[in-house]
């Protein structure tokens, strides 16, 4: 019976066009197991792993995520010399997806949104920088229009309430950043799972300020909110190579990736995924990330 539910899926799957994901669904547990990911066999051998984790930006499920980054996996895989097949492993939650880049055997290819926990894989386990966002990431402090609050040091005297998001995220980690750079105690911090949900509860009342990214950010200052501080630009988005990528073809990558910025339809694939272009990305940019968050 379980084969043939497997069958079915995968038939469902086919005929509704989403090519690779339809043998996902065949393999329900894919994103939160590892050493699950797709095992087929290109050219150039066994299929690499491609962990992708969005962070907390909002309620998704790893079908979308999958589907979202298929075509850069899919263009990668295309222009590899040797070709390699590649298999995305979308895995929701940060704290699972650290664990699977930790884990043996070690994914080849990896991309997150919570940079200071790619940055301690950086540090700690060896992986290679390979690009990231070309644009930095700056987390925002925000309140309501009329809050009396006009900076950091006023949160401290007045012992307000602030919302975070999820505890594991870069947002997270900056806004401590920030608040330990500029001395703010006394102030009671407080999470909620996702970025969209701050802004809801600092609008209903229930913080006095929210912490949130530039996106999030933008769309509360255009409503008529205020951005009360933001905190130190860093490193972006990013993808990394395992710890044993050898280094021609961490150079073969590089060059892949960074001539998507000029490829008009690589480009598109870019756009997609949020991402305007990609820049080089150097180790010592996630050292001075985590010297900033003290991680």
């Known amino acids: 019976m379980h084969n043939e539910n497997n069958n079915t899926r995968r038939r469902f799957c086919a005929a509704a066009g989403l090519g690779g994901l339809g043998l996902l669904l065949g393999a329900p547990a894919l994103a939160q197991t590892a050493g699950n990911g797709a095992r087929a066999a290109g050219v150039g051998g066994k299929a690499w792993r491609f962990l992708i984790n969005e962070a907390v930006t909002g309620e998704t499920n790893f079908f979308v995520l999958t589907n979202r980054y298929k075509p850069l996996a899919d263009h990668l895989s295309e222009q590899i010399k040797g070709r390699h097949a590649i298999g995305i492993e979308a895995v929701l939650d940060i704290k699972r997806f650290v664990s699977l880049a930790q884990a043996q055997p070690r994914p080849e290819l990896i991309f997150g949104k919570s940079v200071n926990q790619l940055a301690k894989l950086v540090r700690d386990e060896g992986y290679h920088p390979l690009v990231r966002r070309a644009d930095p990431y700056k987390a925002a402090f925000i309140v309501p229009k009329g809050s009396q609050l006009k900076t950091l040091a006023d949160a401290g005297r007045a012992k307000a309430k602030i919302l975070m998001p999820d505890e594991y995220a870069a947002t997270t980690a900056v806004a401590r950043a920030e608040l330990r750079r500029q001395n703010v105690t006394g102030v009671e911090v407080a999470h909620t799972r996702y970025q969209e949900a701050v802004a809801q509860q600092v609008q209903n009342g229930f913080a006095n300020i929210g912490v949130v990214n530039p996106t999030i950010a933008k769309k509360w200052a255009a409503d008529g909110g205020r951005v009360l501080a933001e905190t130190q630009p860093?490193?972006?988005?990013?993808?990394?190579?395992?710890?044993?990528?050898?280094?021609?073809?961490?150079?073969?990558?590089?060059?892949?990736?960074?001539?998507?910025?000029?490829?008009?339809?690589?480009?598109?694939?870019?756009?997609?995924?949020?991402?305007k272009e990609w820049a080089r990305a150097e180790r010592k940019d996630y050292l001075a990330l985590l010297d900033y968050t003290k991680e």
Do not use: F, K, Y
């Open 234 to 275: 860093v490193v972006n988005w990013s993808l990394l190579a395992a710890p044993t990528m050898p280094e021609d073809m961490l150079a073969q990558l590089r060059e892949i990736l960074m001539g998507m910025n000029t490829n008009t339809q690589a480009s598109a694939v870019l756009q997609t995924l949020g991402i």
